[in-house]
């Protein structure tokens, strides 16, 4: 088959592997549509450590079954399908106890950490387990359907927030993730929802999907703007969608005392810590990982149209041209949304 691997740091090539083989409990999925990860475009110049190469990465997918392995119950070949996109295993103690996200020895479609190699949808073809596996509504697309997995994050942060009816809510970060926060909490029920992005085309978006006030993040009268939205009190919950010092230091500075901050972000291993600013003023300090059974959720809100996502997508283009599409990736500054290849 063609894949798409990363050979070595900064070095996509399109070329022949070789088909993947199911075990009896996966199926082969051919894969239809697969979006560039903001940690792919990260990963791709070394800087995460999370794919060494030689690796074929992508995990934000969708496409059709065309063979099941001998243990394979209630899927087919021609099933429309996306899947999670961690595979983790069911035997696990945090798993039984419906922390699967959690799970020991999980591992990510097209992530290579060092402890695992396990390639990606950035081919023709994927082995997947069923477990994983979820169904495409008919009326969804394969590429709103390579969108799930996004949406889906920023839902699990949601839940994990676990916001209340008129809560004020700010999203720090208005990458897909924080877009995709924002189209979420107007439709969960959040006040007043705030954005602050250190781009002036990533505000634009925001504003666009439903944000009722977004600032730059360099705005010296940040502070001041946020406080006139909020009571003078700050956010009640306040979403870290980036990953680093200065916007979690954002987030905690601008969300009220008692408030809650739930941390999505996670590009820096270790940040600045405002422990003073935490500890008197009780913040309850959430982290949110990936995803913990949300696709369904999300599958259902994309077929009722309650949320969109085809405004989000930039490109649609062959996975030949995936080498070009990261380098623009890596160089945007969120002029770029989602990219999306096709095998
Ligand atoms: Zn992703």
Excluded at 46 to 68: D, F, K, L, N, Q
Excluded at 183 to 195: F, H, P, Q, Y
Excluded at 226 to 250: C, H, P, Q, W
Aim: glycine share 10%.
């Amino acid at each position: 088959m063609k894949a798409l691997v990363l050979e070595k740091y900064n070095d996509l090539v399109y070329k022949d592997v070789p088909d993947p083989v199911i075990s009896d409990n996966e199926v082969l999925v051919k894969v239809k549509a697969c979006s560039i990860c903001g940690s792919d475009v990260h990963g791709f110049d070394g800087s995460t450590g999370r794919r060494i190469p030689p690796i074929i990465m992508g995990h934000e997918a969708s496409g059709e079954i065309v063979e099941t392995g001998k243990n394979v119950i209630n899927w087919k070949p021609g099933d429309r399908v996306t899947f999670d996109s961690t595979v983790y295993p069911l035997d696990d103690w945090f798993t039984l106890r419906g922390y699967y996200n959690l799970s020991d020895n999980r591992e990510v479609l097209g992530v290579s950490p060092g402890t695992y190699r396990r390639h990606g949808a950035f081919a023709e073809f994927v082995a997947i387990p069923q477990h994983i596996l979820y169904r495409i509504p008919d009326t969804v697309t394969f590429e709103q359907a390579a969108m799930v997995e996004a949406v889906a994050v920023a839902l699990h942060a949601i839940n994990i927030g676990s916001i209340s009816t008129g809560d004020v809510c700010l999203a720090v970060g208005a990458g897909k993730i924080g877009i995709f926060l924002v189209k979420l909490l107007k439709i969960s029920g959040a006040g007043i929802v705030l954005v602050t992005d250190r781009n002036q085309s990533s505000i634009e978006n925001a504003l666009n999907c439903g944000a009722d006030h977004a600032f730059l993040s360099n705005d010296p009268g940040l502070k001041k703007s946020m406080l006139k939205f909020t009571y003078g009190r700050g956010a009640d919950i306040s979403f870290e969608a980036v990953g680093k010092s200065e916007t979690v230091n954002i987030a905690i500075d601008l969300v009220r005392k008692g408030g809650k901050l739930v941390l999505i972000g996670n590009t820096s291993p270790l940040v600045d810590f405002p422990l003073q600013k935490v500890v008197t003023g009780e913040l309850k300090v959430l982290g949110s990982c990936a995803i913990r059974g949300e696709y369904e959720t999300v599958l259902e809100l994309l077929k009722s149209r309650k949320i969109t996502v085809d405004d989000q997508i930039s490109a649609v283009a062959g996975l030949s041209e995936g080498a070009l599409w990261f380098n623009r990736l890596y160089k945007s500054t969120g002029d770029l949304k989602k990219v999306i290849l096709v095998p």
